[in-house]
């Protein structure tokens, strides 16, 4: 039984798919910062705490790139981990980015819902910066930047892991066929 798309899957070398998952994340980061610092958006702790799982996952989507250059078996299960690594905290940004939406919507409440402050926030020697309220929406071409932050962060979260279940699925046709 063959596996369909498996071939197209497999001319795809897995370091392409964190290589790209690196430059859209950098490219994601880079519009939020200048949307902050040059088109004025105060961001809310929320976003803040989006933003940090961002830049996790660059950073060990950049470790998988150095990691995958290295020789031997251990740096093949290292880049693996970097793969999961990465897929996790996109993953996380993303869970964060729903429930942002929720306190959005009204759907569901937060610290910094009302004015509040998170506790990380109120302990910062930085109180020169504005902090935003979590349910005000902050609309980049119309839609807010925590749906956009959830497309992206879901969408990169199985793109980035798209090496380990390609892996899987050609050794499960290979299998199936005998």
């Keep these: 039984m063959a596996i369909p798309g498996a071939g197209r899957l497999s001319a795809v070398k897995p370091e392409g798919f964190i290589a790209i998952s ?3 994340v950098l490219i994601i980061l880079a519009l939020a910062i200048a949307l902050e610092r040059v ?3 105060t961001p809310c702790p929320l976003c ?3 933003r940090a799982a961002l830049w996790w996952a660059a950073g060990f989507c950049a470790a998988g790139l150095i990691v995958q250059r290295l ?9 693996r981990g970097t793969l999961i690594a990465a897929t996790a905290a996109f993953a996380w940004s993303a869970g964060l ?6 306190v959005e919507n009204g759907w569901a409440t937060t610290a910094c819902s009302g004015g509040a402050q998170s506790i990380g926030d109120l302990l910062s020697t930085d109180q020169s910066r504005p902090i935003a309220r979590c349910d005000e929406t902050a609309p980049f071409l119309g839609i ?5 932050n959830f497309v992206f962060s879901s969408a990169l ?8 279940w390609r892996e899987r699925l050609l ?4 299998s199936a066929n005998g």
């Design 171 to 174: 050794r499960f046709g290979r």
């Design 39 to 41: 088109g004025g958006m």
């Design 144 to 148: 807010s930047l925590a749906v956009h």
């Design 97 to 102: 980015a729903a429930f942002h939406i929720a």
């Design 71 to 79: 020789p031997g078996s251990a740096a093949l299960w290292v880049f």
């Design 22 to 24: 690196l430059v859209t």
């Design 48 to 50: 803040l705490e989006q």
């Design 157 to 164: 979260a199985l793109f980035v892991s798209a090496p380990l």
